[in-house]
């Protein structure tokens, strides 16, 4: 990092932590006491805080990680700077570690930007600077640094994890994996992805030595077409019954083989993965939740996958491949029609943005989920079209732990989509500063719309005297 750059970072991370911290004020102020999911967690966490580690709420359904770092955190705070009595481990003592968090999150943001687009020289300090802004301030997640929820510490412990993989720190990477899947437990699919990445560079490597055998080099530029798939199948599948092969791969993976285990035992000996409260998180085979995430990734990426250039390429593209559209499409209605399933609090909540969305869209007409395929076939193909610059391999690997995290989901909420669109806007090419302004723009006005209706725009329920609130 450049003496300017390092200025400038510090600068910009000193300034979004200020700015953080009197958001934080403003958000305790107006909520002292716990609110949604809250309810909940503070009270699990200030059990922990008396040292009543046997007590729990059989209504979480997440492992103990944010309560233990909770507790690791302020007790010794405490210790040092005399805190006594309802001060330690109250509501905004418990809050205020996600904050932390966030800051952690913020330069974690930024080393991964840099490694990931290390080997881009043309991207200048100010642009990862500045990206590392945007991406922090993502409103789904930055939203929930105010509140104690699992969110912000998730994406810390899986961020670290990733940066540690891509380092080469794979037992260090397997830790933080675990620690990640202690505050939730599909995170385990972000521990397969850092393997993925280990397993998916090898076989870049394989690859390119095959071609350099076959002299064959417009293999590359026609990656993406059916012929190529078929023989990057028959390639893998060459590949993996070699037992030497299967056996490099397992020496430099053992660290993730070894915590998938615990993570199979721990379903075994639950019964499953959800803790405590099944009723409302069961397993289903969700497909339109691929396609909720595409258009949410659209939405929240416009800049990049929104432009005239790329929906005039994807026209010519529906042109020249008619079929293959056309079977994609009827896959898509045929999905749709078979698998999209409605959960209870998506219909009955209206604190949230899902509950508008699946009113003001979905529910407009039954036909509606069935015309917007069109949208989610160019989203899909805009999405897949700016990841072009990584690896097959990569890119097969992304697209299997984004259909694992999101798929069996039956609820629509968009916090679950929060980790695949970072560890995707990490790894697509850097924009233009203009685009990225322009992001950064669009995101602190949907964080200051939703602040407003969060802190200002309180309601009450016809049969409850609750002060609600407007939230993600």
């Known amino acids: 990092m450049e003496r300017a750059e390092a200025y400038g970072f510090s600068a910009a991370m000193s300034g979004a932590f200020l700015l953080s911290c009197l958001l934080f004020a403003a958000v305790n102020r107006r909520q002292r006491g716990p609110y949604m999911d809250e309810v909940f967690h503070v009270p699990q ?122 380092y080469g720190n794979h037992k260090t990477s397997a830790l933080l994996g675990f620690c990640g899947f202690l505050f939730r437990q599909t995170n385990i699919v972000w521990t397969v992805f850092c393997a993925g990445n280990v397993v998916a560079e090898k076989l870049n490597e394989a690859w390119k030595t095959e071609l350099h055998k076959k002299k064959d080099e417009k293999i590359c530029s026609r990656k993406g077409s059916f012929s190529d798939l078929i023989r990057i199948l028959q390639f893998l599948i060459q590949y993996l019954i070699l037992s030497k092969n299967l056996v490099t791969l397992i020496a430099v993976t053992w660290p993730y083989i070894v915590l998938v285990m615990v993570f199979f035992g721990f379903v075994f000996i639950n019964g499953g993965i959800v803790v405590g409260d099944r009723s409302s998180h069961e397993a289903c085979l969700h497909f339109p939740q691929l396609f909720y995430f595409l258009s949410f990734t659209v939405f929240f990426s416009f800049p990049h996958l929104l432009t005239p250039t790329k929906i005039r390429r994807f026209l010519l593209s529906v042109r020249k491949h008619p079929v293959q559209y056309s079977v994609v499409a009827v896959i898509s209605l045929f999905l749709i029609w078979k698998f999209t399933y409605v959960h209870k609090y998506l219909l009955a909540d209206n604190r949230h943005y899902t509950f508008y969305v699946w009113r003001k869209i979905f529910q407009r007409h039954e036909l509606v989920k069935y015309v917007l395929v069109p949208v989610y076939i160019f989203a899909g193909w805009s999405f897949a079209d700016t990841l072009k610059s990584k690896s097959i391999f990569w890119i097969l690997m992304y697209f299997v732990c984004l259909l694992a995290v999101t798929v069996p989901q039956k609820l ?61």
Not at 79 to 101: D, I, K, P
Request: glycine share 4%; aromatic share 20%; with cysteine.
């Open 45 to 166: 966490a200030q059990a922990y805080c008396h040292g009543r580690f046997l007590q729990w709420d059989p209504m979480i359904t997440t492992l103990p990680g944010l309560y233990l770092v909770s507790v690791g955190a302020v007790k010794p705070a405490a210790w040092l700077l005399g805190w006594t009595g309802s001060v330690v481990c109250s509501v905004g003592m418990l809050r205020f570690v996600n904050l932390l968090f966030s800051a952690g999150n913020l330069y974690l943001l930024y080393l991964l930007l840099s490694k990931i687009h290390q080997k881009n020289k043309a991207v200048s300090g100010f642009q990862r600077i500045l990206s590392t802004l945007t991406l922090a301030m993502f409103p789904t997640l930055y939203f929930f640094t105010f509140l104690y929820y699992t969110d912000p510490g998730s994406v810390f412990f899986t961020l670290f994890a990733y940066l540690m993989c891509l």
């Open 412 to 472: 629509l909420e968009f916090r679950y989509f929060i980790l695949p669109f970072l560890i995707y806007r990490l790894n697509i090419p850097f924009p233009s500063v203009y685009r990225q302004l322009l992001e950064l723009a669009f995101y602190i006005v949907v964080n200051a719309i939703t602040f407003n209706l969060f802190l200002n725009k309180t309601f009450q329920w016809p049969n409850s005297d609750e002060i609600q609130r407007f939230m993600w």
